[in-house]
């Protein structure tokens, strides 16, 4: 596929796989439109302070994927649209859990119906590897049982189901991209990696939960090329796809690794009030990519240590920005 001119829209594009996403559409010669979430501050996330204004090629609207009407406006007359918006902390989600409905499921919904009534030729939707909950078996293939250990997962196995629905009942060209965990520059501080990183750079103490569960980690740029070769494959078109690196590494392995790198005065606390609840904590996650493989040929580039490396050196620099101090929810 050529990206020169083609219109493309991504939703939640001020979020962190969003933004990268953007900038690699941008380098790509896409005409983007990056529909962030409207605030009273007009903060357009990890886009903001970028110089973006200067990019001819790109557009930023602010909205809200709930507002049906407004979402009809964004993704009328685009080529591609690539649905990233979406509430995606889990310890927030027990506080919260209608919000993660009405923006994941209604918000999902939303796109689906606008890319269908505009005649949207491609839609890449976004899922997570919290909807297979704690693996029946590994590596994790598509098949794999979907579980609700939280309302956030709940919510996102919703939205995905929304998207097959739209592609079973109404032919829309959507593809389903599932990427295990990714990490980089511009993570939220919900996240682990940055939640160990901020900590180790300000001190010695890196406060964590458990230490036990598996995750399965992916650079960003590699998760971005991921989205790029499935809306550029014809043979993905109805699938749903993992996208991962196939490695496991325990909470605590990586832990460990990533203080090396930032600090190796620092030391891991438990702190019993980051643990999450029995049933809803995921205990392993690692990803079979073969689908990937065969249908986009897809594979990451960038191992475990070289990517925390990248996003040690990125942290340094916005460390103060994290509250790193502070449990985040």
Same mark, same amino acid.
């Given at each position: ?8 829209? !991504? &939703? ?14 941008? %380098? ?19 886009? $903001? ?5 200067? +990019?001819?090629?790109? &557009? ?35 506080? *919260? @859990?209608?919000?993660? !409905?009405?923006?994941? =499921? ?13 005649? &949207?030729?491609? !839609? ?27 309302? #956030? ?9 929304? *998207?097959?629905?739209? #592609? ?13 965990? &990714? ?7 919900? *996240?682990? =990696? ?11 103490? !890196?406060?964590?939960? /458990?230490?036990? @569960? ?13 989205? =790029? %070769? ?5 043979? +993905? ?18 832990? $460990?690794?990533?203080?090396?790198? *930032? ?11 980051? =643990?999450?609840? $029995?049933? /809803? ?18 594979? @990451?580039?960038?191992?475990? $240590? ?13 460390? %103060? /920005?994290?509250?790193?101090? %502070? #449990?985040?929810?």
């Amino acid at each position: 596929m050529k990206w020169q001119d083609k219109q493309v829209l !991504v &939703t939640g594009a001020g979020g962190f796989i969003g933004s990268h996403l953007v900038d690699e559409l941008l %380098r790509r010669g896409a005409d983007v439109t990056a529909f962030v979430h409207y605030n009273a501050r007009n903060d357009w996330g990890m886009l $903001e302070g970028k110089n973006y204004e200067k +990019t001819s090629n790109m &557009t930023v609207i602010a909205g809200d994927v709930t507002d049906s009407l407004f979402v009809r406006k964004a993704v009328s007359e685009k080529d591609i649209v690539f649905h990233l918006a979406a509430l995606i902390g889990i310890p927030y989600s027990y506080a *919260a @859990p209608e919000s993660y !409905v009405n923006t994941n =499921i209604k918000g999902t919904l939303n796109v689906m119906q606008a890319c269908l009534d505009a005649g &949207t030729d491609r !839609v890449v939707h976004t899922s997570t590897s919290e909807v297979y909950g704690t693996a029946q078996y590994t590596p994790i293939d598509e098949k794999h049982p979907l579980q609700g250990q939280s309302p #956030y997962s709940a919510s996102k196995i919703g939205a995905d189901k929304i *998207a097959e629905s739209f #592609y079973c009942s109404f032919g829309l060209h959507v593809t389903t991209i599932r990427p295990f965990n &990714t990490f980089g520059p511009r993570q939220s501080a919900r *996240a682990v =990696i940055p939640t160990i990183i901020t900590q180790a750079l300000i001190g010695d103490t !890196v406060r964590l939960g /458990s230490l036990n @569960p598996v995750r399965d980690l992916t650079y960003v740029a590699d998760t971005v090329q991921g989205f =790029i %070769r499935l809306a550029e494959s014809t043979r +993905t078109v109805g699938k749903t796809i993992n996208t991962g690196s196939g490695q496991g590494v325990t909470i605590g392995e990586l832990a $460990e690794m990533a203080i090396r790198l *930032a600090n190796p005065k620092a030391k891991i606390v438990c702190d019993d009030a980051r =643990i999450r609840p $029995e049933k /809803s904590e995921v205990m392993q996650l690692v990803c079979d990519n073969n689908l990937a493989r065969e249908l986009a040929s897809w594979g @990451p580039k960038i191992q475990l $240590e070289d990517g925390l490396a990248r996003t040690i050196r990125w942290m340094k620099d916005n460390v %103060r /920005s994290y509250k790193p101090g %502070r #449990y985040n929810i």
